[in-house]
């Protein structure tokens, strides 16, 4: 069994990675003043977020066609293949993993195994990277999606949202409504849910401060908590600057853990607008 990893543009893997372990990377279009870009391919995440703060049109998200993910799929048929687990974004946030898993068998002698990630971003990416390292230490198909469930059970992710206005319109915000009244004078702080993975409010506070705090006390319970090593990721939606001094600030407070520094890209970005910022964890994937 030869075994391809394939993900997509919102896991936000270096060149590097991609290169280093093999991995396919799907771009998931986006559509911008009636012009369809492909994420990291068409449009820099720079080049988006000016667009944002210039457009009078609200950009919107698609899926990859199943006839250009079919046409990728024959390719790594050809390129010695039989197996493919593609690892994608939360069913909740996109119906493309399950709309990929009815292409198993469509290219003759390849299986095609659809991953529900069960969220995105780096924290996918954390995923994918452990699938991909796996597969290049030759274990086993069945012992690699054991560890991605096992994995993908000790995620959890907070978003402090800056303007809400992108989620509500994207629709992508369940009971939004509570919340839509005083979204002008909150920062409300955003999960998904255990039960139905839906993006949900976690808790509405008064400042940007107040709610990266609670964020952190939430960190600081789960440390409390779990009996393995953790490894934290700190994201921005086109604040650097915002995003670095956090990501410093964990890092001192633990430095015991491992706290990384990503980018909220143009399709995730379209939903949670400008100004973001989000920690999440999952346990150390070398501890697995």
């Given at each position: 069994?030869?075994?391809a990893?394939?993900?997509?543009?919102?896991?936000?893997?270096?060149?590097?990675?991609?290169?280093?372990?093999?991995?396919?990377?799907?771009?998931?279009?986006?559509i911008?003043?009636?012009q369809?870009?492909?994420?990291?391919?068409?449009?820099?995440?720079?080049?988006?977020?000016?667009?944002?703060?210039?457009?009078?049109?609200?950009?919107?998200?698609?899926?990859?066609s199943?006839?250009?993910?079919?046409?990728?799929?024959?390719?790594?048929?050809?390129?010695?293949?039989?197996?493919?687990?593609?690892?994608h974004?939360?069913?909740?946030?996109?119906?493309y993993v399950?709309?990929?898993?009815?292409?198993d068998?469509a290219?003759?002698?390849?299986?095609?195994i659809?991953?529900?990630?069960?969220?995105?971003?780096r924290?996918?990416?954390?995923?994918?990277?452990?699938?991909?390292?796996?597969?290049?230490?030759?274990?086993?198909?069945?012992?690699?999606?054991?560890?991605?469930?096992?994995?993908?059970?000790?995620?959890?992710?907070?978003?402090?949202?800056?303007?809400?206005q992108?989620?509500?319109?994207?629709?992508?915000?369940?009971?939004a409504?509570?919340?839509?009244?005083?979204?002008?004078?909150?920062k409300?702080?955003?999960?998904?849910?255990?039960?139905?993975?839906?993006?949900v409010?976690?808790?509405?506070?008064?400042?940007?401060k107040k709610?990266?705090?609670?964020?952190?006390?939430?960190?600081?319970?789960?440390?409390?908590?779990?009996?393995?090593?953790?490894r934290a990721?700190?994201?921005?939606?086109?604040?650097?600057?915002?995003?670095?001094?956090?990501?410093?600030?964990l890092?001192q407070?633990?430095?015991e853990?491992?706290?990384e520094?990503?980018?909220?890209?143009?399709?995730i970005?379209?939903?949670l607008?400008?100004?973001?910022?989000a920690?999440?964890?999952?346990?150390?994937?070398?501890?697995?």
């Open positions: 069994m030869k075994i990893i394939v993900t997509d543009s919102t896991a936000t893997l270096t060149q590097a990675e991609i290169e280093k372990y093999h991995i396919y990377v799907e771009p998931i279009p986006f911008f003043d009636d369809v870009y492909r994420e990291g391919v068409d449009l820099t995440t720079a080049e988006f977020y000016e667009m944002l703060q210039t457009s009078t049109s609200f950009p919107s998200t698609s899926q990859p199943l006839g250009d993910t079919l046409a990728l799929y024959q390719q790594i048929k050809a390129d010695g293949y039989d197996t493919i687990i593609a690892i974004l939360a069913s909740t946030i996109s119906g399950n709309n990929i898993a009815s292409l068998g290219v003759d002698g390849l299986k095609v659809a991953y529900d990630s069960m969220i995105t971003v924290l996918m990416g954390q995923l994918v990277l452990k699938a991909a390292g796996m597969v290049q230490a030759g274990v086993e198909l069945d012992t690699i999606l054991a560890t991605l469930d096992t994995l993908r059970a000790t995620m959890d992710e907070y978003f402090v949202v800056d303007d809400l992108n989620l509500v319109r994207g629709g992508r915000l369940s009971n409504g509570a919340i839509i009244g005083t979204m002008l004078k909150v409300p702080i955003l999960t998904f849910d255990n039960d139905t993975n839906h993006i409010p976690f808790e509405k506070v008064r400042s940007m709610a990266l705090k609670a964020v952190e006390d939430l960190f600081d319970q789960a440390i409390a908590t779990v009996d393995y090593p953790l990721t700190v994201f921005h939606a086109n604040d650097e600057v915002a995003g670095r001094a956090w990501q410093q600030e890092q407070r633990h430095p853990i491992p706290v520094f990503s980018y909220i890209g143009a399709v970005g379209t939903h607008g400008q100004g973001a910022l920690l999440t964890w999952i346990r150390e994937p070398e501890s697995l």
